[in-house]
Structures are given as C-alpha cells and as structure tokens.
C-alpha cells in the first residue's frame, strides 16, 4: 500500500460529480429523440472548453454550453431554438445533488477535512447550482475557474485554489469523476481521487497517473481518503 497522507484540503468537482447532470436528459429526448445525446453534447463542452485554453483563449463555461448545444443540433441537422438554451440553462442551475453526496460529505466534514469546489462554471449570482441542490454549507469556499480564465485540467486553475487557502498543491486532493480532470489535478501537484460514476472510467495508457483514490461510489471514495488508504494501481 502506498503510504501517503491524507491531505487535509478535499477539493471537489462540481458538475456530475455532486449534481446529477442526468436531470438534463429531457432536453436531449425532445431536442434529438435520444436523451444519450447528452453524452455527445458534454463531450464537445468539454473538449472545446480545453481547446479554448490551449488556444489562449476563454469564453464563459455556460456560453460555451449554449453554443456546444447549438454544434451539436446542427451536425444533427436539427433545430435550436431561444427556448432550447434557456431550458438548458434552467436545468442547470437546478441538478439535484446525488444521493451519496450529502452523506459523504458530511462524514469527510465530521473527520475534520476541508472541503470547497472548483468548477469550470462561471460565479453565478444567488442562489448558486450548490445553493439549489442544498450542498452550499458543506464547503468553506467555492472556486471558479473563471478567477484564471483557464479551464481545467490546466495547473493554474488547481495552484489557484491552492494560493488562495495559503496552501500547497500537494495539500490538495480533487474529487472528481471525470479522469481528465484528476489528471490534471495530480500533474499539477495535488492527489486525486477518481469517482467512476456511470459513464466514466479509467484510462489504461501509458503515462497516466493511476489515482490515488478510486472508486465507484462517494461515501466508498471518502472512506478511503479518511482511512489514508491511497489504491495501488495495478501490474501492467
């Protein structure tokens, strides 16, 4: 077993990782016929948010979104309308927590962590996604990536968070259950752990930093990090 502390800062991602973005799929029913489109839509954000970094440029996660969502109906050579993008951003700022997330929490809170959020979502003005689902007392501060400018998995968005708690990187640990993201967060010096929800897996390829806390559940994942039980990655 690997033998390293663990870090008193849980640095949590936010969307699909505490919210339940499946809440979204009516959108994608209606819009496409197929509430799976979700996953196309998400993937584009995503790899257009961090196309947007590598290129030096930024534009706010939720226009991205809206425009992400207007891509990908036209490749489907299907309408977009006004009313479609204020319904998306409607349910976004209203997903519901997960059911393990708030019993997690509340364990990591009473073994004496540190818990805050960073998201690549812009600061919205009350009452916030967390606020909505019921989550905003749990964490100490809540971080944006717009502060950088820069999405993640860039490292400035993780040493952000860091110098902003008068921390070290290393003191960190990312939760989240999207792996680009805990591989960003270790390149940058921080520990992470890597929630598999549906839909996300671990990427066997050379190279990549095997998390030092996996598994398929929050609660499984904060008793790991509370029991300072880092996972061993596997035999190639």
Request: proline share 9%; net charge negative; aromatic share 8%.
């Amino acid at each position: 077993m690997i033998n390293k502390k663990a870090p008193p800062v849980i640095v949590f991602d936010v969307n699909e990782t505490l919210l339940d973005i499946t809440t979204l799929e009516p959108l994608f029913e209606r819009m496409f016929g197929n509430p799976v489109m979700l996953r196309e839509w998400f993937a584009q954000l995503v790899l257009y948010s961090q196309t947007m970094t590598l290129s030096g440029l930024y534009t706010p996660f939720n226009k991205l979104g809206a425009a992400a969502l207007k891509m990908t109906a036209s490749i489907h050579q299907i309408g977009c309308t006004d009313n479609d993008i204020e319904e998306l951003g409607e349910r976004m700022r209203r997903m519901p927590a997960h059911p393990d997330v708030v019993p997690a929490l509340t364990r990591l809170k009473t073994a004496g962590h540190r818990l805050v959020t960073l998201t690549n979502s812009p600061v919205s003005a009350s009452p916030t996604p967390l606020d909505e689902a019921g989550l905003r007392d749990y964490f100490e501060r809540t971080f944006s990536v717009e502060a950088t400018g820069k999405f993640k998995p860039a490292p400035e968005t993780y040493q952000h968070v860091a110098q902003a708690l008068s921390v070290n990187t290393s003191d960190l640990c990312l939760v989240a259950c999207h792996l680009w993201d805990t591989i960003g967060a270790q390149a940058a010096g921080c520990q992470g752990a890597f929630l598999t929800r549906p839909h996300n897996a671990f990427l066997p390829a050379p190279g990549v930093p095997y998390p030092d806390f996996m598994a398929s559940t929050l609660g499984e994942l904060a008793e790991q990090i509370i029991r300072r039980a880092p996972v061993e990655a596997p035999n190639p």
